[in-house]
């Protein structure tokens, strides 16, 4: 959850209240939670909840989601180049649905199903909008091949 | 899009990401929870007896007869209300009073322990740096804040607080009718889709046969404790939000002041005199019309108004405040 938190908003203090403030809605609809068909699904979608409200909240702050991202250019398992610092900001870049698809399928891994219950639409939806998100962050993933 | 590109993707992300640790401060979790849990069923009731009072209201226009009603004063206790805050509360007018001609303590922030023991055996301690200016930091330990403060890792703006504060303040020499309505309605949203029905201290809330049918089957489904004893919410949120008040804006006289005569005009908070380790208290308990669920009690020192011990739902609260500087803090100076 923490880690979803952090990239759905770029900053790792940001996301420690999120989870926070998340558990803490999570506590306080239990019932509702025990109740749900898939109870980490309904927390999940509590903290996506959260983090657009946080987003409204503080969109007039300048977050830098460099801030605590040292190492600026590594090699990752497969030998190529992938500029986190750029990546996560052009995550941070994206509407907020496209960028919580991009967190929940790729990050989390879950399948489009999953993520179409966890954002409450349709997998139609989930395909259309990992598929422009994957499109405006395919130059910062490539950018090593060149 | 290339399933290569894909995997990359997922890759790096998890690479961002890293094994930071974290652990979620339960105590705070729960806290919050039942804070918001409480607010919930409170804006059900209020939603409720407001719904009444609008049909009420409409009957009586429409019918064209009958007198209006005159306005609730907010400050003025119910006539209802048994036992006055006048001779009782004595003390802590008095106390406010003074509380209002005192200098302001020197330093830009106020550090605040705070050790809760929670009935099961539980202690936990928690370090809060409330800064004048409205910022707040956070640390389990005190040798943990410097690094906060240098950091410039500031909590969560949020907005009730500062409201809190403010409303404080207005209390301690201000319209208290005013003040007790900014206090009573500092966390809830600026424009809510359902208008609180705000009450004036001490009134049991008239409530329609239908709502308490309601709030009995929220008994029941054990969503509400207590539909026998029903609040008066104006009162629980003024007296949840001065508990907060006193944590977060505690260093200043005047915010003590504030919240000392806002607690005084409601007839359910009793006020005693006593010691505690050697030093004059007193002792505010508030019934269950103002805490919605059972006794809570806030003692606080007899000459300074500074929070000692607030005992509530399970845990006791016990506080110690000093005024620091930020500049020091940052420094481990403190």
Excluded at chain 2, 253 to 274: F, S
Aim: proline share 4%.
């Amino acid at each position: 959850m923490h880690r979803t938190a952090y990239l759905l908003c770029g900053d790792w203090y940001l996301a420690d209240d999120l989870v926070q403030e998340a558990l803490a809605k999570a506590y306080s609809h239990w019932r509702k939670v025990q109740r749900a068909d898939s109870p980490s699904a309904y927390v999940r979608r509590i903290l996506i909840n959260e983090s657009r409200r946080s987003w409204r909240r503080n969109r007039n702050l300048t977050v830098h989601p460099d801030a605590d991202v040292t190492d600026i250019t590594v090699a990752d398992l497969s030998d190529e180049v992938v500029n986190r610092a750029e990546l996560l900001q052009a995550l941070q870049s994206l509407p907020a649905r496209q960028r919580a698809t991009v967190v929940l399928r790729f990050l989390e891994g879950l399948s489009e199903r999953e993520t179409a219950a966890a954002l409450g639409c349709s997998e139609g939806t989930v395909k259309s909008q990992t598929s422009r998100a994957l499109i405006k962050l395919k130059s910062v993933l490539n950018q090593g091949d060149h | 899009m290339s399933h290569e590109t894909e995997e990359r993707l997922s890759t790096a992300l998890q690479d961002i990401v890293g094994d930071r640790p974290y652990a979620p401060d339960l105590d705070q979790i729960e806290t919050r929870g039942r804070k918001l849990r409480n607010r919930r069923v409170a804006w059900r009731a209020t939603a409720g007896t407001g719904f009444v009072a609008a049909v009420a209201a409409v009957a009586v226009a429409t019918a064209g007869v009958g007198t209006q009603a005159p306005a609730h004063n907010l400050a003025v206790p119910s006539s209802a209300a048994t036992g006055g805050a006048t001779d009782a509360n004595a003390p802590l007018v008095q106390l406010a009073g003074y509380l209002t001609t005192a200098a302001q303590p020197q330093g830009d922030a106020t550090l605040l322990l705070r050790d809760q023991v929670y009935t099961n055996g539980l202690k936990v301690d928690v370090w809060d740096l409330h800064a004048d200016n409205g910022d707040y930091y956070f640390s389990k330990t005190r040798g943990g804040l410097p690094a906060q403060v240098k950091g410039d890792h500031k909590q969560a703006d949020e907005a009730g607080r500062k409201n809190v504060v403010a409303a404080a303040k207005q209390a301690a020499d201000g319209d208290l009718d005013q003040a007790r309505k900014l206090m009573a309605l500092a966390y809830l949203p600026a424009n809510p889709k359902v208008k609180p029905t705000l009450d004036p201290p001490g009134a049991k809330p008239a409530v329609d046969d239908k709502v308490l049918e309601k709030l009995k089957v929220l008994a029941q489904n054990g969503i509400h404790e207590d539909v026998s004893d029903l609040s008066n919410w104006t009162d629980n949120w003024v007296w949840n939000d001065s508990m907060d008040a006193l944590t977060v804006g505690g260093g200043s006289p005047t915010v003590r002041a504030g919240v000392l005569r806002l607690l005084g005009q409601m007839p359910e908070v009793k006020v005693t005199k006593g010691t505690l380790d050697g030093q004059a208290v007193l002792t505010l308990a508030a019934g269950s019309l103002a805490t919605g669920d059972g006794t809570q009690s806030l003692i606080v020192n007899a000459d300074t108004g500074l929070p000692i011990k607030y005992v509530a739902n399970g845990v006791t609260v016990n506080y110690t405040a000093t005024r620091v500087t930020l500049a020091d803090v940052a420094n481990g100076q403190f």
